[in-house]
């Protein structure tokens, strides 16, 4: 599979599980929905910048640089704020509400932006071939985090 469309696909269900947390009232909910979001999360980052952000780092030009260090530092503000979300008992807490939706617009624009901008590169740079075995490094990062 071409790389760009895993990333979408589970871009996706990120979106799904961020709407359902911050449409639930349930604490038992959110936090059943947040485990799953975190770990999903997690392992799709570290993936992500093994697999994408570094290979477009190797390729040593201006905007891919740039565009690799933005997703570091993008999912390293996502991973402080799933760190100190998760520290909450409560996830009906009007400041557990305000934090999710907080991690909803911070993933909504990265993927925005990485949808648009990122995957544009990636196109451009790497031919199909690549991008699939891009797809299998991710997969194999994937297996190899702990979230």
């Known amino acids: 599979m071409d790389i760009l469309e895993k990333l979408h ?3 996706m269900v990120f979106k799904g599980l961020l709407k359902k947390m911050v449409e639930s009232e349930k604490s038992a909910q959110r936090t059943k929905l947040f485990a799953q979001f975190k770990t999903k999360l997690v392992k799709h980052a570290r993936a992500e910048e093994k697999a994408v952000y570094d290979a477009m780092t190797r390729l040593q ?3 891919p640089v740039e565009q690799s ?9 996502v991973d402080y704020m799933l760190k100190k979300l998760g520290k909450a008992r409560n996830k009906a807490t009007g400041e557990w509400t305000a934090g999710i939706k907080v991690v909803k617009e911070l993933l909504e624009h990265h993927i925005e932006e990485e949808e648009d901008e990122v995957f544009k590169t990636v196109r451009s ?6 991008r699939k075995a891009m797809d299998k490094t991710f ?8 979230a």
């Open 69 to 77: 260090n933005e997703g570091y530092i993008e999912h390293e503000l």
């Open 139 to 146: 997969e194999a990062w994937k297996k190899k985090v702990k």
């Open 61 to 63: 030009t201006e905007e």
């Open 125 to 130: 740079d790497f031919p199909l071939d690549q």
């Open 9 to 11: 696909a589970e871009h």
